[in-house]
């Protein structure tokens, strides 16, 4: 019986106990310790295996204060690599307390909610640690704000500086300084950003990290993971000893995502492997360093699909997962040039980006280079390569994969149904019962152009384009791929009443601009052939136009005829 996959399992302890299939990353506990870093910032896309590798950051150091738990927690790294690296290494396993906090639940509409639920994760941490207060070497006042803060009942400036409070404590406990592990550190801000009261959150998460990473005596080293940069000036004031460690670095590039080898060897164990060339297509592009990285999120899910099908379809896994926000606003905020980058980045294309080490959301939107940056940080974007002039680091970026490429897509579809129920297509509907192909063409000519197009997907695009459009009008009922007469018609538009009109409209998408006005007429040329107006005929119209229209990226091509009665 093969391993169980762990499809949004995030604790280390459960994936190991419970059996499940664990890609060894015990190696990233190596690589702090030689590196030395007192605080870490480790920046990468959403659902990259940041929590649990902070989970097993825990579980390696952390000093339960109870030797039998201690021991448990050791016997969880058996058979992995890092206990073949020798005692310089395996000698700090249980040594330290271990203050670990996540801040991914922060996603309320307003300050007050968002500031509660930080406030309940920064008490429960308090109640995991109460053990401490049985220790004898805590004062009563201390003991006394100790509880206030576990039992949320403290204020605004005690939580802000609750970290360093309980490092206090627990070094005074233990007589050792704390490893602090924060989790997921810039949701808050970025929901904050998008909901309106980011200058709020910002001072509250300033307060907590100025006190917990650069006034703390007592903290041995730290750990912090977020997908986003945000600038030191904003969060991380005044710390000088922050280590920014980002997708660019060649540092750490290994242990969040999963290698090609990886996860040939998972696909392997499964007995899935001749499935490789689609999860690729579809889950790798990432380069983090100069090492190659698939997302894991969806590698898992994708195997749970083929181990019960081989034959599985592969999937967007990873759009229901991560907030899509930048994507919408982005989009919805683009001018023609950025309209143009989009469709590059679409047609398989690269961009040329300076990267900004530093940006705050207030900056996102100063200059394309701050969003573009903001869309590589993410993993929206990969780089394909990267390049050194006049002091500045230049990437040529590009989509990562297929997957990354659909939640584009289905954006600018979502963005394009919005935008044209709020326009008027009276004069479209009038060009197309008066048999005014001309008129037809001008309007959807001009409508393209101030859209985004994407045209690897082509057909689906302008399919969408068409019905989309189409179906604003109350007078006319729309059904596109409809099974009709000798084959399938993509579009007919017919009238709730058999005595009103009814049209069939046939597509064709151009290779070569040279190419509109015979693609146009072969498309009407196809509705004839095919009998595509037999259906409707058949329901009692009496009387059936038909449009064949060509489409090369931003112009089209409109041809018109009448319907044949049988």
Known sequence: MKKSLPVGVENFKDIVESGYYYIDKSLFIKELLDMRGKVNLFLR?????????????????????????????RSLFQGLKI???????TGHMGKYPVIKLTLKSAKQPGFESAYNKLRKAIADEFQRHQYILSSGKINEEDKRLFQKIADRKAGYDDYSGALEFLSKCLYEATEEKTVILIDEYDVPLENAYFRGFYGEMVDFIRSVFESALKTNDHLQFAVITGCLRISKESIFTGLNHLNIISVLDKNYSEHF???????????????????????????DGYLFGETEVYNPWSVIKFLFDLYSDVNAFPRPYWINTSSNDIIKDLIVRADRETKGQIETLLGGGMLEIQVHEEVTYGDMYSNGENLWNFLYFTGYLTKESEYFKESSIFLRARIPNIEVK???????????????KKEDFH????????????????????????????????????????TGILSQSENYLVKSNRESGNGRADIMVKSPSLRG?????????????????????????????????????????KKVDCYGISFFRKDCEVRFGTGQKR
Request: aromatic fraction near 16%; charged fraction near 30%.
């Open 45 to 73: 896309p959403r659902r990259f295996g940041k929590t649990l590798n902070l989970s097993m950051l825990r579980y390696f150091y952390e000093d339960t204060g109870d030797m039998r738990k201690n021991e448990e927690h």
């Open 427 to 466: 004069d479209l509907y009038l060009a197309m019962e008066e048999g005014d192909a001309w008129k037809m063409t001008e309007i959807l000519s001009g409508q393209l152009f101030r859209t985004i197009s994407f045209y690897d997907s082509a057909e689906n695009f302008y399919h969408g384009f068409l």
């Open 501 to 541: 009109r009814s049209f069939i409209l046939e597509v064709k998408v151009s290779e070569d601009i040279n190419d509109l006005e015979d693609d146009a007429e072969k498309a009407l040329g196809q509705i004839y052939d095919k009998k595509y107006a037999e259906e409707l005929y058949a329901e009692g119209y």
């Open 406 to 420: 659909t939640i584009y897509q289905n954006t600018i579809l979502n963005w394009l149904k919005a935008a044209i």
């Open 83 to 89: 206990m073949e690296q020798g005692e310089e290494y």
């Open 257 to 283: 995502g999963f290698t090609e080898e990886e996860v040939l060897r998972m696909m392997s164990y499964y007995e899935v492997e001749s499935r490789f060339p689609t999860m690729k297509e579809w889950y």
